[in-house]
């Protein structure tokens, strides 16, 4: 979404670590995506927020971002006080439009190439979908995805570009 170059993909148990790093120069930044939140009400806590600053501060990151669906107010709190960037379907930046659709298309075509080792060139390439069914995850989110761009909805598109990631992380298992 930011133009940053990824040096690192990390697959974990509840989420996804990214190392990237700004085209225009080497910081390095953790995105840690959580999937699979540690309480069973799906709040990330502070114990999840303490153990990122504790990676962030071992490994030399210079920035963390924290992605996830819901957070606790005292996990809220501790990221501010870490200067932990938040993101969420409720406290999300404000994306353009075009950039996170096109950012969608991007994790499509890759993970038709993952998945079936090839891009389709048109909608009968894919197997994905037929006779009215989807027989694909990755094709029922880029079809979603190509509606909501159309409405301009872009918090529905915002949780498109999750799905996938999530759909990445299951694929690299």
């Not at 699979?36 to 990330?44: A, C, L, R, V």
């Not at 598109?157 to 299951?170: G, M, S, T």
């Amino acid at each position: 979404m930011r133009d940053y170059d990824r040096k690192r993909t990390k697959t974990k148990k509840r989420g996804i670590d990214f190392t990237v790093s700004p085209s225009e120069n080497d910081k390095k930044i953790l995105i840690r995506a959580i999937t699979e939140p540690k309480s069973k009400s799906g709040y990330i806590g502070v114990d999840t927020v303490r153990e990122m600053i504790e990676f962030l501060e071992t490994n030399n990151y210079d920035k963390g971002i924290l992605i996830g669906q819901k957070f606790t107010n005292g996990a809220k709190r501790e990221m501010k006080r870490a200067n932990i960037e938040l993101l969420s379907e409720i406290f999300s930046p404000n994306f353009k439009l075009e950039r996170v659709y096109s950012t969608i298309q991007t994790y499509v075509e890759k993970l038709c190439k993952l998945k079936c080792g090839k891009i389709p060139m048109k909608d009968s390439d894919c197997k994905g979908f037929a006779e009215g069914n989807y027989s694909c995850a990755i094709r029922l989110v880029s079809d979603n995805a190509d509606f909501h761009y159309e409405k301009d909805w872009l918090t529905f598109l915002e949780r498109d570009l999750v799905k996938l990631l999530a759909i990445e992380r299951e694929l690299n298992e």
